[in-house]
Nanobody, 115 residues
Framework: QVQVVESGGGLVQPGGSLRLSCAAS????????MGWYRQAPGKQRELVAL???????KYAVSVKGRFTISSDNAKNMVYLQMNSLKPEDTAVYYC?????????WGQGTQVTVSS
């Protein structure tokens, strides 16, 4: 079993920045990717960014150039630096850990971009 805990959400004005953190613990022996997804009210959950255990990254088109994903494999941590935030970035952000044994999700952290 893998436990996943996110932190760092909050309220920020348009154009502002936030940094999300995610910690994975437990049976983290075979992590393949760690990533961030988000779900806005009335919408499906979507991929924001992910990083493989080799450091390869993938971003949604809507966040490319504004968000940066990084990881610390030794600590089983993944981060999402979000800059130039827009109201449409408002959502609950979920951390995902993908292992050979399956997918594990955190409970989510709210990000609200509003003036």
């Amino acid at each position: 079993q893998v436990q996943v805990v996110e932190s760092g959400g909050g309220l920020v004005q348009p154009g502002g920045s936030l940094r999300l953190s995610c910690a994975a613990s437990g049976s983290t022996f075979s992590i393949l990717t760690m990533g961030w997804y988000r779900q806005a009210p009335g919408k499906q959950r979507e991929l924001v960014a992910l990083i493989t255990n080799a450091g390869i990254t993938k971003y949604a088109v809507s966040v490319k150039g504004r968000f940066t994903i990084s990881s610390d494999n030794a600590k089983n941590m993944v981060y999402l630096q979000m800059n130039s935030l827009k109201p449409e970035d408002t959502a609950v952000y979920y951390c995902n850990v993908h292992e050979f044994s399956g997918d594990y999700w955190g409970q989510g952290t709210q990000v609200t971009v509003s003036s």
